[in-house]
């Protein structure tokens, strides 16, 4: 990747890159996106995957759950962070309907995200029950992100009780290996061209990117034994509100900052005194 302002346009990100990089090694660094400003930062930061996830009901818009998501409000906020995006690889969830409702559904779907928002690929939660579906997107020219483990559409499955937020400690019973990296197989011969492996733990999680030739991400319960990383951009700045209080472990709090710098301006108007960048106030002649 070369800086900005060489003359230079830096390297576009494509399927064949990340295929390179595990290839090759090399990690791929992915962050879910809801907005074109902070689209536009991690783009610059040089990330390979923006993904677009239906999470942005819980987390932006105070919904109980990602279900109340709806298409049209998906298209709107990936059209948003498409227009943030140049380099790097724009993937948008499949909010819950369009794949439940059959393979049709789902690739008309898959095609309004490409023609009205578009994306390079679309990621589909709860891939590995619809594996005509991932075939038929696939032969339509959409390529797939499928994701698999704990997922708000699987945890019953496994056990778990996946909750708005769920935990990070969370992991898939190692018990469950094999079942797992054959699901993973499946998902790969249906034509997926990526796997998000939700809470993979270090034991499931390498087996499955060893077990396939298919790059393997993963958010929420990954970690260095995958071929890359997911991780919410809001999280990673600590931007939640919660944040102010309860300092989490990220890289930047970006909420404290914000309470800090809006408490600064509220204390200059009621003081009479110009706030930061606004006009000039010029002296009494």
Do not use: C
């Not at 469950?176 to 993973?184: C, G, I, P, S």
């Not at 930047?252 to 108007?269: G, M, P, S």
Request: charged content about 20%; aromatic content about 6%; overall charge negative.
């Amino acid at each position: 990747m070369t800086e900005e302002g060489d003359g230079e346009m830096p390297e576009k990100i494509t399927l064949r890159t990340l295929q390179r990089m595990k290839d090759d090694g090399r990690k791929i660094v992915g962050v879910v996106a809801w907005d074109y400003q902070i689209a536009r930062i991690v783009d610059r930061a040089g990330v390979d995957i923006v993904s677009v996830g239906d999470t942005v009901g819980v987390n932006l818009w105070g919904h109980s759950n990602p279900f109340e998501v709806t298409m049209d409000q998906m298209i709107l906020v990936t059209q948003a962070v498409r227009r943030g995006v140049s380099r790097a690889l724009l993937s948008a969830d499949f909010p819950f309907g369009p794949l439940q409702e059959g393979t049709d559904s789902a690739v008309r779907a898959a095609i309004r995200f490409v023609k009205e928002a578009g994306v390079d690929m679309v990621k589909l939660d709860g891939a590995s029950d619809f594996l005509d579906s991932v075939t038929a997107i696939t032969r339509a020219g959409v390529p797939v992100f499928a994701q698999f483990g704990i997922t708000p559409q699987t945890a019953l499955r496994y056990g778990v009780e996946y909750n708005a937020i769920p935990s990070s400690d969370d992991q898939v019973p190692v018990a469950m290996k094999d079942a797992l990296v054959a699901e993973a197989r499946r998902l790969e011969e249906a034509g997926a061209v990526l796997l998000n492996f939700t809470n993979s733990g270090p034991i499931v999680g390498a087996a499955v990117a060893e077990a396939v030739s298919i790059p393997v991400v993963g958010g929420f319960g990954g970690g260095p034994w995958l071929d890359g990383r997911m991780r919410m951009a809001h999280a990673a700045i600590g931007y939640a509100a919660s944040a102010i209080d309860n300092p989490p472990d990220t890289y930047a709090n970006v909420a404290r900052t914000t309470l800090d710098a809006i408490t600064a301006y509220a204390e200059d108007v009621r003081a009479a005194r110009q706030v930061a960048g606004g006009i000039p106030v010029l002296p009494a002649p």
